[in-house]
Nanobody, 122 residues
Framework: QVQLVESGGGFVQAGGSLNLSCAAS????????MGWFRQAPGKERESVAQ????????SYADAVKGRFAISRDNAKGTMSLQMNSLKPEDMAVYYCAASPTTWGSTRHFDYWGQGTQVTVSS
């Protein structure tokens, strides 16, 4: 079992930046595929970015490609999401998640953080 805690959310104007962090404990962090997901009111939870165990492969949702960057530090047991050029449509609760098997569908992510709110004003 692994526990995940997000931090770094907050308020930002459109065009600004935020950096989200995820701290893992209670498990072997390096054995998990990691991902960031978000959920806006009235919408399904969606994948924002995912990263492989050794950081070799990274994937991004089309909506954030070129603006967001996912990274991880296995030695520290942390994962980050650098968000630049934020838009109002990026406003959502952002979740850190871990998959013990493979990446892709949300069904593979068994462990979730509590979420952190990102608010973007025009």
């Amino acid at each position: 079992q692994v526990q995940l805690v997000e931090s770094g959310g907050g308020f930002v104007q459109a065009g600004g930046s935020l950096n989200l962090s995820c701290a893992a404990s209670g498990g072997a962090f390096n054995t998990y595929v990691m991902g960031w997901f978000r959920q806006a009111p009235g919408k399904e939870r969606e994948s924002v970015a995912q990263i492989s165990r050794g950081s070799l492969f990274r994937s991004y949702a089309d909506a954030v490609k070129g603006r967001f960057a996912i990274s991880r530090d296995n030695a520290k047991g942390t994962m980050s999401l650098q968000m630049n050029s934020l838009k109002p449509e990026d406003m959502a609760v952002y979740y850190c998640a871990a998959s013990p098997t493979t990446w892709g569908s949300t069904r593979h992510f068994d462990y979730w953080g509590q979420g952190t709110q990102v608010t973007v004003s025009s």
